[in-house]
């Protein structure tokens, strides 16, 4: 599983599919695990964590990306390609779990036992899933994400954003705006730009790492917005591909670009790129009209999820709201 599977191997399994794990994947390699115990399998849910063990450590991460019944697949794999004596016919491994963001770790299963509260001699045995009573009662930390995160040192942290935070609406605009255009101030805008669509009414999490989103709007709707901060104050060209990648990896409706402003070929190919783009400058716009007016979170977000560029028109259509 560690090392995955080319997918030009097994596209003709994927089907509908394809273009996900195409879009998803690194070096063209599928990562999947494959069970029998259908009820545990039924529990794990998309972007949950996976972590792998062998002889006493956990030795890889990853990321749900899909689960997939697929007897004809598992077949393919775990029989047919794989001589280790271990298929049964009975009780094949056809409850699959697809994970992307797969990362080498070395864990001892000691701390692993600590961190959730397991008895120190506990050992995995097959495919299982940590109860969600002891990740609640996980002590000191934000989320699960960032207590894993914590563990093997690889993956995202995660944190919530505050959303009873009373700081006036005027100062955040002005750190947005000042964070927009440092270039050493990354995390920074991240964080405020999460901050903002809390105050908007969303429920918003800060996504900590490189290899992720920056910023995951959980309701009213689901939506991953990435971060742009330049020191020239615009964007002048997009990596449409990668913003993608993270939205499909989410499990995403949408895609939102934050950034200072946008070349004016930006705006122009921003329609076709089923994404939609946002100035700063704008952004504050938002957090007037919320502030002032109390404009519901479902109002905002669905100017917001329109592919496109978000410019004047749409604040008017907002204004003929109020």
């Known amino acids: 599983m560690r090392y995955g599977h080319p997918i030009e191997d097994i596209e003709s ?14 070096n063209d390699l599928v990562h999947v695990w494959g069970t029998s115990v259908d009820g545990t399998w039924r529990n794990v849910e998309r972007n949950d964590i996976a972590l792998v063990y062998h002889d006493g450590a956990f030795v890889a991460r990853g990321q749900v990306l899909q689960l997939r019944h697929d007897p004809d697949l598992a077949e393919y794999l775990w029989r047919e ?52 009573k002891r990740l ?22 995660v944190h919530p954003v505050d959303d009873e935070d009373d700081e006036p609406a005027p100062d955040l605009a002005d750190q947005l705006q000042a964070a927009s ?34 910023v995951e709007i959980r309701s009213p709707e689901h939506v991953v917005v990435e971060v742009k901060a330049r020191g020239n104050g615009r964007v002048n060209s997009l990596e449409v591909t990668n913003v993608d990648k993270h939205r499909r990896q989410r499990g995403a409706d949408h895609a939102i670009v934050v950034a200072p402003g946008f070349a004016p070929k930006v705006i122009d190919n921003a329609e076709t790129t089923e994404l939609t783009t946002i100035a700063v400058d704008d952004l504050v716009e938002l957090l007037n009209r919320r502030d002032e007016y109390a404009v519901p979170p479902e109002e905002i977000l669905a100017l917001l999820t329109r592919s496109g560029a978000f410019q004047d028109d749409r604040l008017d259509l907002l204004n003929e709201y109020i």
């Not at 770790?105 to 045995?125: A, M, S, W």
């Not at 002590?139 to 942290?157: C, H």
């Not at 990354?186 to 809390?198: D, G, P, Q, T």
Request: proline letters at 2%.
């Open 81 to 132: 390609n794989v001589e280790h004596g271990r298929w049964n016919e009975e009780s094949p491994w056809e409850y699959m779990t697809f994970l992307t963001d797969v990362e080498e770790v070395d864990v001892d299963i000691e701390e692993f036992n600590e961190l959730v509260g397991y008895d120190e001699t506990y050992r995995p045995q097959g495919f299982t899933r940590v109860a969600d």
């Open 181 to 214: 255009t440092d270039g050493n101030a990354h995390e920074e805008f991240e964080k405020l730009v999460a901050k903002a669509f809390s105050r908007l009414g969303c429920a918003a999490d800060w996504i900590e790492g490189g290899g992720d989103t920056d």
């Open 136 to 157: 609640n009662q996980l002590s000191g930390e934000e989320s699960v994400e960032t207590a894993i995160a914590d563990l093997t040192d690889a993956g995202e942290r």
């Open 13 to 26: 399994y994927l089907n509908d599919d394809l273009e996900l794990f195409r879009t998803t994947s690194d």
